[in-house]
């Protein structure tokens, strides 16, 4: 039977996110009134939204808004549409779009437009200037492998009409040519990414002799199958493929309702952290010691991970796009301790220098 790592994990993850944090940023395109409202302070989401309502309205602007979350894919296809289509871009030039994440506004969310529960992702709601429903879609509606169909629904439901899918798309042969066309689209959209960056990079001399080191890390998957990626706590080692540990944590970060890592405790201790398919993970104000001249960083991109023979399963909500504004921020959701062998074998190793 294989290790469900949700099943063992869920109870140890599922907390209350903190006031004044961020979650995953959505970037705005330039053509696209499009816009993530996030916690700010103590101010409450219903102020939040009327003040992106009476900003629509000043410009004379329909809006759409859009309960969302990290680990949605339909969501995703949503804004992957909006990013790179200028159709679709083009028809929405009078709408303005608020995306809502309801992991980030867990509760107020769901009570914040009457008749519109977003119990299910993506859910689309078209309102009036005074936040009140005029019509609710769900994201899957929309046909979401088609520029022109997207454009088109998106459009109608910004002006309260139902989306309407054309006669053809369940046709078997047009759903494989749109799914095909979809995931050139993915691969070609990472394609040229690095797979690993570091940025802002401090340095600051302990005085055991130690170097401390503060960074951004950023890893992107180019690959259309989820992975797990991991890398050494200590800078200078190397990711092994087996090894003999003694246990592990579940590590969480503060400002994410879900999102963790694995910390392995062997020989070489090092942390592994899933990543969805062709998706990304940006560590900001990461922390890590080192001995003097180790500053290099390598990041293992693993086929699978198995645990005492077992393969680790992925869990079911796994971000697409991952976004911590401080990775030092961490809590031990729960220690596991198991001597058992880990097995996690390398794809590809990547380098980079902490400097």
Request: charged content about 25%; proline content about 5%; hydrophobic content about 40%.
């Amino acid at each position: 039977m294989l290790i469900k790592l949700a099943r063992l994990f869920t109870l140890f993850l599922l907390v209350a996110l903190v006031a004044g944090t961020t979650a995953t940023v959505w970037a705005a395109p330039g053509k696209v009134d499009i816009r993530a409202i996030h916690r700010e302070g103590p101010t409450n989401l219903s102020e939040l939204f009327t003040r992106e309502l009476n900003s629509a309205k000043k410009q004379n602007k329909r809006t759409l808004v859009m309960f969302t979350a990290d680990w949605c894919s339909p969501c995703k296809a949503i804004k992957e549409h909006i990013d790179s289509s200028s159709y679709v871009q083009k028809a929405l030039a009078k709408v303005k779009i608020l995306l809502i994440d309801v992991d980030e506004w867990r509760g107020p969310a769901h009570e914040l437009i009457a008749g519109a529960v977003p119990d299910k992702l993506p859910m689309i709601v078209s309102v009036d200037s005074a936040g009140k429903m005029v019509r609710l879609s769900m994201g899957t509606d929309l046909g979401l492998v088609s520029d022109k169909v997207v454009g088109d629904n998106l459009k109608r439901l910004a002006e309260g009409q139902a989306p309407i899918i054309p006669a053809d798309y369940n046709n078997p042969d047009k759903q494989r040519e749109l799914i095909v066309a979809s995931a050139k689209k993915d691969k070609e959209r990472v394609a040229n990414l690095p797979a690993v960056t570091v940025s802002n990079v401090g340095q600051k001399r302990l005085n055991n002799g130690e170097v401390e080191f503060t960074f951004d890390l950023h890893i992107q998957n180019h690959d259309s199958r989820r992975r797990w990626f991991a890398f050494p706590v200590t800078p200078g080692n190397s990711v092994p493929t087996v090894s003999q540990v003694s246990g592990w944590d579940v590590v969480r970060f503060d400002e994410h309702v879900r999102a963790y890592m694995l910390k392995l405790a062997g020989p070489v201790e090092f942390y592994v952290i899933p990543l969805s398919n062709y998706g990304s993970v940006t560590l900001k104000k990461f922390v890590m010691k080192a001995g003097q001249g180790k500053n290099k960083l390598e990041i293992a991109e693993l086929d699978n991970m198995t645990i005492g023979g077992q393969k680790a399963e992925f869990d079911k909500k796994v971000p697409y796009s991952l976004d911590i504004g401080d990775a030092n921020k961490l809590t031990i959701a729960k220690k596991i301790t198991n001597n058992t062998k880990i097995e996690t074998p390398v794809v590809k190793r990547h380098e980079v220098i902490l400097k």
